[in-house]
């Protein structure tokens, strides 16, 4: 709204000054939020993989830990043999010991280990995401030679 000053100039009124506030508001919001949603991802996306790193390198050193539980008649014999039920006992007791969870399976000569780590996540919690796991998965054989 605008008022005729004499002499033909316009005054502009505090309606017209203001008629236009806030127009930027939303635009930013919805730029912000995605903004903080493109940071979580990059946050949180890294810690899952360092969360799959872990899970991975503790599932090597447990099947590692349980490849080398031989039997008694190694020794006697020389021939080597993998005690099944050492070799869960022990892969399952270093998961445990790092905090992991996991499976560990013994085919032969070849124990195999999966594991689960846990990553809390940091921005994702505010989407409803507060977990995300990192899985790993090794298997260490017995070689004779």
Not at 15 to 42: C, D, Q
Not at 46 to 59: M, P, Y
Not at 103 to 127: K, P
Request: charged fraction near 15%; aromatic fraction near 4%.
């Amino acid at each position: 709204m605008t008022r005729q000053r004499p002499g033909g100039a316009k005054k502009l009124t505090s309606l017209t000054l203001t008629s236009e506030r806030g127009n930027i508001t939303l635009p930013l919001l919805i730029l912000v939020v995605a903004f903080m949603l493109f940071i979580g991802l990059v946050v949180d996306g890294s810690g899952k993989l360092q969360a799959s790193e872990r899970a991975n390198q503790v599932a090597q050193s447990a099947a590692r830990a349980a490849a080398s539980s031989l039997t008694g008649e190694a020794i006697a014999t020389g021939t080597l043999q993998l005690n099944a039920f050492q070799a869960q006992n022990v892969a399952q007791n270093y998961l445990t010991s790092e905090g992991l969870t996991g499976t560990v399976t013994v085919t032969g000569d070849t124990v195999t280990v999966t594991s689960r780590a846990e990553y809390n996540t940091i921005f994702l919690g505010i989407i409803g995401i507060s977990t995300l796991y990192g899985d790993g998965r090794a298997s260490a054989a017995l070689i004779d030679g």
